[in-house]
């Protein structure tokens, strides 16, 4: 399938473009020192997702939650100076090293388009993290509803068909199984799976998807989509 049909990338953030695995580990490890030294990746991010599923919302008003819950199930500190440290940190939560450059090129030739499950006051963080590329984005404050849910992906698509696009021209790209690539190939979204952890065992700080969806596309960084699509 060629990248010639399509005029529009939309992109989810968390995870795809923000490496938010590397942000909690180390928010964890920091809050926790010798507590958390001999605590696995995986021992650090089952709680996490657990925490995710058991208090969805916007990051500005649960994140504080979420570090209680993994610290309770790990027994590290549970004040209100360390919850406040977690939620500090979500917004400094670093980019991918091929991330900026990447959209960069990508810019040049399609509409980019933000879609993500965070809220606004996060998502302008990580915008500027990652240069401002976006020419716009749809963030939980907008969407009202977290991906997967459905009503996220048609209230993105209303927006982008009052612009004059039609859904055959967008490419959605995502990390996420259960959050993006299942829901997209159900709604008939082309799709591209940037997937992140190629090469690692499980699903990492993202809930099990049940399936793994086959995508459209599927490359290991945006680095390599940027590549591909310059290659054509």
């Not at 010639?4 to 809050?31: H, M, Q, Y």
């Not at 952890?197 to 969806?213: A, D, E, L, N």
Request: charge should be neutral; hydrophobic fraction near 35%.
């Amino acid at each position: 399938m060629t990248f010639n049909r399509f005029k529009v990338l939309t992109f989810d953030i968390v995870g795809t473009l923000i490496d938010f695995e590397t942000g909690v580990l180390n928010a964890f490890r920091d809050i926790g020192g010798k507590s958390s030294e001999n605590l696995t990746d995986d021992q650090i991010f089952a709680p996490y997702v657990a925490a995710r599923s058991k208090y969805p919302g916007r990051y500005t008003d649960i994140m504080r939650d979420v570090y209680l819950h993994v610290a309770r199930e790990l027994k590290l500190p549970e004040t209100e100076v360390a919850a406040n440290y977690f939620q500090a940190s979500i917004l400094s939560w670093p980019a991918f090293k091929d991330s900026c450059d990447a959209l960069k090129r990508l810019r040049k030739r399609f509409r980019l388009v933000a879609m993500t499950n965070s809220d606004r006051v996060h998502y302008s963080s990580y915008a500027l993290t990652l240069g401002d590329p976006f020419h716009d984005a749809v963030t939980l404050d907008e969407g009202r509803f977290a991906k997967p849910d459905h009503r996220f992906f048609f209230y993105t698509l209303g927006r982008l068909s009052a612009s004059g696009f039609k859904q055959e021209e967008i490419l959605h790209v995502a990390q996420s199984q259960y959050h993006d690539m299942g829901v997209g190939r159900e709604l008939g979204y082309a799709i591209c799976w940037i997937e992140r952890r190629m090469g690692k065992q499980g699903f990492g700080g993202h809930p099990h998807p049940g399936t793994v969806t086959k995508p459209d596309y599927h490359f290991g960084t945006v680095r390599e989509l940027a590549d591909a699509i310059e290659r054509e």
